[in-house]
């Protein structure tokens, strides 16, 4: 760790995993959605790394490999439901997606 | 992998290989006879309890202090393997009612519970991170099951959307922690924290960020929006199972990390959890007067019962009551799971295709064409209000009395409240169902109609020996 101090890799996924929840939040498209999700799923892969080398411990970087194959798993089904709702729907605009309410 | 590790899992093992193999076997089983596969996966959740059933009273440690074998596990895991027998024989005739029998139902619920028994046995972070997405992942594709049905659809991605979401605070949550103490084992946290090594600060937040993620897999107030349109559109038979699987598995999670790795903390957390535990209990009762579906209706109260049971962790950092709390907790998640399941069976036997048959209207003289059935729905509706003699006024005892020792008097009070406005919406549909006229159409279903009578019995009969079910629920302690 020299020249950068890790406080800047934590800083970096704090501000990752914001832009995240924005990005989850704000935006309408599910595909821009679920890619807000996958930033947010990074920054935590970010802030493993580098917690894992400040403590001297690998478990950190154990984790992030746990991550990815999940976040893997996850895009299956994910993009599987929206390009089924698309095929209903014509739209993947979580606005249009409606049906249920009250 | 030695003895030990095996004994360790060894229900978890079975019931996962089992599950696999269902998946193949399948594919054997002709189009119109998929009943077979839901026997089979029947047997294989019975086997599987049996089993676990065998290691009551076992405590160990297996594959390097990852998972743990306890009381508290095994209590929770037959809980959950019980919801899973429930959800099979509730699902069996509706599926084929609904057009919608596919052999992979029977395994994704299996995988599912799968992640959830992980759950109640993690003792690391990372297992349960891995439990949470092995519970969730087949719950997703479960809510979308009536594909090209668009309800269905929305209901899928919606879970699956705010699902993701929810995951990764509690990853990020995670490496929080991680960050504050050098460990992801729960135990190896409250040492660190014990010794006065870790960064509480940042614990404090890696904490709140995995309470936030459970919160919406628990449907706690402000997280619970996804749950009624979730519970309305996904197949009924999938939304009784999520509705009792997830949230117990939700709640096993949370009551072993904040019990086990949080103590330290707890002066911080609890005011938190006390005020979170009121607002699901105001919002979700208060909502579920509006509503004229019953699917919604029945989502709102299990966002309500969610507070109930969150009431009880307001006593997870008090030593001398945590025990009580825990016990408490999970006598009320068998109530619910038992309540809910007979309600769930009774929507199901009204419901008719393209989403006829659930407006609370649909349900007026039910006395009349069906007396027993209307008697068993009249039970669930005072147990889920808690009022004598059901399983839900016990469990609401239990909790209430925990809530006052632990010293939130405020918090007792606006329980009892609620379930004062709670006895509106559950009282309506008694009247709706006794008074009105009406012609509602029932299917006779073997499995269903037995789901349902037998729920109905449980429900009215442990109340009046609650102190055995309650005694076994207090063996479900973490050691």
């Known amino acids: 760790m020299e020249g950068v101090s890790v406080n800047y890799y934590i800083g970096l996924s704090a501000i990752l995993f914001i832009i995240g929840v924005l990005g989850v939040l704000v935006r309408r498209n599910a595909l821009v959605i679920f890619m807000s999700i996958e930033l947010m799923l990074n920054a935590a892969n970010l802030a493993f790394v580098a917690f894992s080398s400040v403590n001297n411990s690998l478990d950190g970087q154990i984790f992030v490999f746990f991550i990815m194959t999940v976040a893997a798993a996850e895009v299956a089904v994910g993009l599987a439901l929206i390009v089924a709702i698309f095929r209903t729907k014509k739209s993947i605009d979580v606005d249009q997606i409606n049906l249920l309410k009250g | ?479």
Not at chain 2, 265 to 281: C, F, H, N, S
Not at chain 2, 376 to 396: E, N, R
Not at chain 2, 404 to 428: D, H, K, N, Q
């Open chain 2, 1 to 479: 992998m030695n003895q030990a590790d095996f004994q360790t899992l060894l229900p978890v093992i079975v019931l996962t290989v089992w599950a696999a193999l269902l998946l193949i076997v399948d594919l054997f089983i002709d189009k119109e006879k998929k009943g077979i596969t839901a026997i089979l996966a029947a047997v294989g959740l019975a086997l599987t309890m049996g089993i676990s059933l065998s290691q009551t009273g076992q405590t160990s440690l297996g594959f390097s202090e990852m998972v743990v074998l306890d009381g508290f596990s095994t209590f929770v895991s037959i809980l959950l393997l019980f919801s899973g027998l429930m959800g099979i024989s509730i699902a069996y005739g509706y599926l084929k009612r609904m057009g919608i029998e596919r052999g992979e139902y029977y395994s994704l619920i299996l995988f599912s519970i799968v992640g959830m028994m992980l759950m109640t046995q993690a003792a690391d972070l990372i297992v349960v991170f891995i439990a949470l997405e092995l519970l969730s992942i087949p719950l997703y594709v479960l809510a979308a099951f009536a594909n090209t049905n668009a309800s269905s659809e929305e209901s899928g991605i919606k879970y699956f959307l705010l699902g993701a979401f929810s995951g990764s605070f509690v990853v990020y949550g995670i490496a929080l922690v991680f960050g504050a103490t050098g460990t992801t084992a729960i135990a190896g946290i409250a040492a660190t924290a014990a010794a006065g090594t870790a960064n509480v600060p940042l614990m404090l937040a890696g904490s709140a960020l995995i309470l936030v993620g459970f919160g919406f897999k628990v449907a706690a107030v402000p997280f619970q929006m996804w749950t009624p349109d979730v519970y309305q559109g996904a197949p009924t038979s999938v939304t009784a199972f999520m509705a009792a699987g997830a949230k117990i598995a939700g709640f096993a999670a949370l009551m072993r990390v904040f019990s086990t790795a949080f103590p330290s903390i707890a002066t911080d957390l609890t005011p938190v959890l006390a005020v979170l535990a009121a607002l699901t209990m105001i919002v979700g009762n208060v909502a579920a007067i509006a509503q004229k579906n019953i699917k919604r209706m029945l989502a709102y109260s299990s966002i309500a019962h969610a507070g109930y049971i969150l009431m009880a962790f307001v006593a997870f950092g008090n030593p001398a009551l945590v025990d009580d709390a825990i016990s408490a907790a999970i006598f009320y998640l068998v109530a619910y799971a038992v309540t809910n399941f007979g309600s769930w069976a009774i929507v199901i036997s009204l419901e008719e295709k393209e989403g006829k048959g659930l407006a609370l209207d649909d349900y007026a003289g039910l006395w009349r064409s069906n007396p027993l059935m209307a008697v068993a729905m009249a039970v669930f509706m005072l147990s889920l209000t808690g009022i004598p003699p059901t399983l839900g006024l016990i469990g609401k005892i239990y909790l209430f009395r925990v809530v006052v020792e632990g010293g939130f008097i405020w918090l007792a009070i606006i329980g009892v409240l609620t379930s004062l406005i709670s006895a509106f919406y559950y009282l309506r549909l008694i009247v709706i169902m006794f008074m009105k006229d009406g012609e509602p159409k029932t299917t006779p279903e073997g499995w269903l109609d037995l789901t349902w009578g037998a729920m109905a019995i449980a429900t009215v009969v442990f109340s009046f020996i609650p102190m055995s079910l309650f005694a076994w629920a207090s063996e479900a302690l973490m050691k």
